[in-house]
C-alpha cells in the first residue's frame, strides 16, 4: 500500500507541477489584476478619523460619544446617484420584464443556477415607436384602457420588478453545522442565499406627499423624467431600492468584465455610517462642515451648501429644491455635496448609542429587518442633510434616520465599493 501511496504522489508531482522544479512558487496561471476606477468615483485611502460630534452639542454628546475607528480604503461616488443614472436601471429592468414577455432566449446563470436573459439575442424594441406586434404581445406592461390619461398608452410602472440574490454572509458565518468545517455558501445554502422581488420605480408623489399646505405639484410631474433635471440627484427611492441599484449596478459591472475575460471586482454597496463621514471630512478629522469650516459662507458670503438657511430663505443658496449634483465646490477629496442637496442613505441600521459599542475596526452595524418587526428596527442612518434642511443637518457628525421602506423628496444616495488591496500606490 506504501508504494502505491508512493508512486501515485510521484506521478501527481511531475505530471501537474513539473514546471516548479520543486520550488514553492503559487501557481502560476493566475489571471492579471490591474486597478481601474470606476467611472465617476473618487479613491478614498485607507485611514482613522473621530466619530462625534464636530460641535458643541451637549445633548448629542451623551450619544455620540467621541471615538476613535479605522476605515479601510474604498471608491466612492463623487457625485449622489442622478436621475438619469438611476433611469438606466430603470430601462434595463422595463427591457427584462419585455424581453421575459417575448420569450427571449435565457441561459443559465453559473453563480445561483438561475435562468438570466441572454442580451445578446435579445429583440431591440423602439420604445418611442414599437411594433404593433410587440405591442399587443406586451400589452400587460401597460396601463389598461379605463386608467389612460387622455388616452394616452403608457407603461404600467407598478411591473418594473427587479429580481435578484443576495448572500447572507452573517447567517453563513454564524451557522453551526461541522465545528471543523467553514459554513459554505454554495452547494447546500441553509437560507444563506436570500431572493427578493421590488419595484424599483421612484416614487414621484413624495414631493406632494411630505409637504402640507404646499404647491410641489410640477416637481411630482417632471422631476424624474424631464430632460432639465437629468443631471440632479434621484429622490423618492427607498433604502431597499438603493441596495437593488447597488446590485444591479454590481452585476452591469462584472458581467461586462466577464464578457472580455477580466476578473470581477468587489460589488457596489450603500456606504457604511463610519465611511460616509470619514469621506465626508475630506481628510480633515474633528471638521464641522466637508470644506472645514467652521461657517456655512466663505469669506465672500457666499453659501457653500444646499440647505434651508437663515429663517427659510431657500433660494438665497442659489437653489430651491435640489441642484444639480455637481453644484458648489467638492471636498478635498473631489466629492461633491457631501452637505446638502439631498440627505444620503447609508447601510448601517440606526441606534442612538451605536457608538458605545461600535468597533473601531471598519464599525457596521447592519440589521436585517423582517416586513413585520418594530418601527424602531427599521430605521436606516442619513447622512449629510438636504436642501429642506438648517444648517446643523449638513454637518458631518450629525446624525439622522429615516424608515428604510420609506421614500422621501430629501433623501437619496451613492454608491461605494471597498478597494482590493493596501493601497492604490502598491
Known sequence: MSALVTVITALTIVGCQSGYQGQLLGVQDRPSWNVIIPYG?????????????????????????MKSVSIHGFYMDDTEITNNEYRQFVYWTRDSVAAKLLGDPYVIDPGN???????????????????????????????????????????????????????????AANQKKNKQQIPRVDGDHDGVFQ???????????????????????P????????????????????????????VWRSKFWNDFRASRGEVAYEDFRLPTEGEWEYASRGGKDLSPYPWGGPYVRNTKGCILANFKPGRGDYPEDGGFYTVRADAYWPNDYGLYNMAGNVAEW????????????????????????????????????????????IGHYIQ??????????????????????TFLGRSIND
Open 41 to 65: 468615483t473618487i479613491y478614498i485611502p485607507s485611514g482613522q478619523l473621530h466619530i462625534g460630534p464636530s460641535d458643541q452639542d451637549i445633548n448629542n454628546a451623551y450619544t455620540q460619544r
Open 113 to 171: 443556477g438561475t435562468e438570466v436573459i441572454d442580451w445578446r439575442e435579445v429583440q431591440k424594441i423602439d420604445w418611442a415607436d414599437p411594433d404593433e406586434e410587440i405591442v399587443d404581445a406586451l400589452e400587460e406592461m401597460f396601463v389598461t384602457e379605463d386608467q389612460r390619461f387622455w388616452g394616452k398608452k403608457e407603461l404600467d410602472v407598478s411591473k418594473l420588478i427587479y429580481e435578484y440574490w443576495w448572500i447572507d454572509y452573517r447567517k
Open 195 to 217: 431572493r427578493e422581488y421590488l419595484n424599483i420605480y421612484p416614487d414621484t408623489l413624495v414631493w406632494v406627499r411630505d409637504f402640507t399646505y404646499s404647491m410641489n405639484d
Open 219 to 246: 416637481m411630482t410631474k417632471k422631476y424624474f423624467w424631464h430632460p432639465a433635471y437629468d443631471d440632479y440627484p434621484v429622490v423618492g427611492i427607498s433604502w431597499p431600492q438603493a441596495k437593488a441599484f447597488s
Open 346 to 389: 447609508c447601510s448601517s441600521s440606526f441606534y442612538e448609542n451605536a457608538y458605545s459599542f461600535y468597533h473601531d475596526l471598519q464599525p457596521e452595524i447592519d440589521y436585517r429587518y423582517e416586513a413585520d418587526d418594530n418601527e424602531t428596527m427599521k430605521r436606516k442612518v442619513t447622512r449629510g442633510g438636504s436642501w429642506k434642511d
Open 396 to 417: 458631518t457628525g450629525t446624525r439622522h434616520w429615516e424608515y428604510a421602506d420609506s421614500a422621501k423628496s430629501y433623501i437619496g444616495f451613492r454608491n461605494v465599493q
